[in-house]
């Protein structure tokens, strides 16, 4: 951080700010927006939403004066407002990749089809990629990243997300030369896997979150989606389908998290994983052979091992975006990336009996809800990944409550950017 804030200030000094547009001003990208005001050589230039006064709203709540924000849908108008130091707002998604001196785009928006045509319009016009959308990475990640190194421009999940801030401590870990066994989050809520936006709509208005947002929290799903998007950075898997997800705290984690040989609960090494009970900590179990290193760590109060975890108790979500995109900008390095491709897919449930002909909705409605599974087993099954199904998928039979939902159970919406980029990759990727 400490070369991260000269740098700022010597780019605001030379009046070369990073400017960068967000996508989205829900409490994420309303968070990322206000907190970017306060760091040098850095600029929310341009804010887009679907509703322009929620915008200009986010930047009014961050203290710029009203005379200083441009609001326009048109390309030209948005160019000359950057190019005179305004804060722009604008409509229309597709001007955050064709703005000029726009450095990166930041997708706050949570909605999978959204994330792949922005993404991919970003990268056409070599800008940096930050997705808060782990919707979207988690179904197509894979294939944008490698769309993004051809480019040469970075696309990079965020610090302050749960993903990024298992990254930190699992590059830590194999940085020091530690052998990382497991890595995980904590969980924010008790499971109900029938969690819905009536359910929880009460809750969500105290927490000032969308109902399906805070029922995709409960449900369980937006946490199987975060465990893919760390399975896919590093080549971990679920130890089973959905993961164990334990209750324990901090001090008893290195007990569950170790084989069932040795007490534990794993059946293997090498997996992604959530507790209850750490929330909203993440954590990375580790060991060594050396007697020495073991000698040493106890000596630092880190138990006597042979497993060990370190544990972050917080992270900050957006209002560590910052973070993300100095690096991408500045070092030209992603906080995480799906570099190791497809390893794992969060796959549908039905979340309620289901008729032949109904439609269903999306992540954090009344009708689905995900799991982790291994991207193979997926595939060898004909899982359907959750990102794909949205409003306009049919159900072609009778599906049951709890059951898996597969490719011919149902119709999907074949002409979105998603499904497509999703079709590209598994003929690609495997």
Known sequence: MLNMNKKLIQLANQDNHIKVAIVGVGKMGKGLVNQMTRIKGMIPALVINRNGEKAINALLSAGIS?????FSNSLKDINRGIEMGKYVV???????SKANGIQA????????????????????????VIMLNVEADSVVGPLIYKYAQKAGVIYTGTAGDEPGAVMELYD??????FEVLAIGKGKNNPVNLEANPDI????????????????????????????????????????????HGVISNIDDLTGFMRLREDGGVLNKYGIVEYVRGIAPGVFAIFTTKLEE???????????SGPNYVLYRPYHLTSLETSITIFEACVNHEATIAPTEGAISDAVTIAKKDLKKGERLDRIGGYTVYGSIEEHKIAMKEN???I??????????????????????????????????LRQIQDKEMG
């Open 66 to 70: 009203r005379d200083d924000i441009l």
């Open 90 to 96: 604008s409509e229309d998604m597709d001007m955050a």
């Open 105 to 128: 785009v930041v997708d706050a928006t949570g909605v999978p089809e959204v994330g792949a045509k922005l993404s991919l319009a970003a990268i056409d016009n070599r800008k940096h």
């Open 172 to 177: 830590f870990a194999l940085g020091l030369g």
């Open 200 to 243: 929880v709509y009460e809750e969500a208005l105290k927490k000032e979150l969308k109902p399906n947002m805070l029922a995709g929290f409960i449900d369980g799903t937006n946490t199987m989606i975060e465990m893919t998007c760390m399975s896919n950075a590093t080549g971990f898997v679920p130890d089973i389908r959905g993961g």
């Open 293 to 303: 290193v073991r000698n040493h760590l106890k000596y630092q109060n880190m138990g």
């Open 383 to 385: 899982l359907v990944p």
């Open 387 to 420: 990102g794909l199904i949205d409003e306009n998928t049919r159900a072609l039979r009778d599906i049951k409550k709890g059951e898996f939902i597969t490719y011919d159970m149902v119709e999907l919406d074949t002409t979105t950017t998603i499904y497509k």
